[in-house]
């Protein structure tokens, strides 16, 4: 007998995938493309990616945001690698600065990552190399290893569309403007997101991998104590939420480390508690409770507030279709030996 659980699961990849193929979604990704090279591919990942996540529990949102912030990065045309070709999810986030190449990772909005983060997509780089040499991208690992972190927090479970290649570029100063700060209301959020062919319901969907993780203290403080000349205290932020997070985080003499959980009260747990939170005015950041408040988006999250299937469903079709963002495929690119090194060291 199948496990109802199971049997949703693989509905649930079934309907992914279907939708994909009917939006055309799937374009030149497909789910088998390693079926010869790599057949246990997708195991070999998310072997190592729950291994490190259980060990370590910054490993997961990490890991889902660095998906985020390597396909955002960076859209402009740039002419190399014999054409013109657009950057986005291709590992460029997961390169080591050089002496001559300040990389992407090194750029200010990315220096929040722990390390942890990107040694899960190392490792499991290395396991899949010990396998299948040279014929997976560290896009193809980052994307699953996304996937992996989701189900390993308690979210869904989807196929995801492989084939990608790994960029040839990645500076820091190209990260600049490309990726969305905490302050944005929704009009800057949907006019970013925009650009990536993201939607308003994408965003909204999105957002919600803030069910897990944790925010630096600088992001939200501006809320705390200097809000506006007329409220030094974000009125859209419950009171009690407020006072917890200035004990958290004194306005002088606290700790650049300290984080708080995006969840108050489940933030390991993947699930639709994101979005009755905001609901109660408890969005920690100014972009996550304007969602609430704007009337563009605050339907969508109401409806996702109800439903955490419809969230699961909405949210692993975003995820897919985030993935096909600025992707190189074919001849494009390469496949890095290793995921902190272009192949050949002058091209930075
Ligand atoms: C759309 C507007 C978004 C904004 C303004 C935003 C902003 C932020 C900020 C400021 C942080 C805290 C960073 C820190 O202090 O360390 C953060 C964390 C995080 N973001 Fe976003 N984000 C957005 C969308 C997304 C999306 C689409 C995803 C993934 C699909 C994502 C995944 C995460 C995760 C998982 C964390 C927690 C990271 C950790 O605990 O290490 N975010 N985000």
Known sequence: MVHPIHANVVSWIVIVSLSCLLHGATGQLTFDFYKTACPNVDAIVANVT??????????????????????????????????WHWQGCDASILISSTPTNVAER???????????????????????????????????????????????????????????????????????????????NVSQLITLLATVNLSIEDLVVLSGAHTIGFSHCNQFSKRLYNFSSAAKTDPSLDPTLAASLKASCPQVGGSPNTVRGFDATTPLAFDNSYYRNLQNNRGLLVSDQALALDKRTSPVVASLAASQEDFFFAFMQAMVKLGYTGIKTGSQGEVRRDCRAFNARSNT
Not at 167 to 182: K, N, T
């Open 50 to 83: 729950l291994a490190l996540s259980k060990r370590d529990n910054v490993v997961p949102p990490a890991v889902l945001r660095l998906y985020f912030h390597d396909c955002l990065v960076e859209l402009s045309l740039t002419l190399y690698d014999l054409g």
């Open 106 to 184: 090194d750029a200010a909005d990315n220096l929040s990552f722990p390390q942890n983060g990107f040694d899960a997509i190392v490792e499991a780089k290395k396991a899949v190399e010990a396998a299948c040499p040279a014929v997976v991208s560290c896009a193809d690992i980052l994307a699953m290893a996304a996937r992996d972190v989701v189900v390993f927090s308690g979210g869904p479970r989807w196929a995801v569309p492989k084939g990608r290649r790994d960029g040839l570029i990645s500076r820091a100063a190209r990260v600049e403007g490309r990726l969305p700060a905490s302050s944005f």
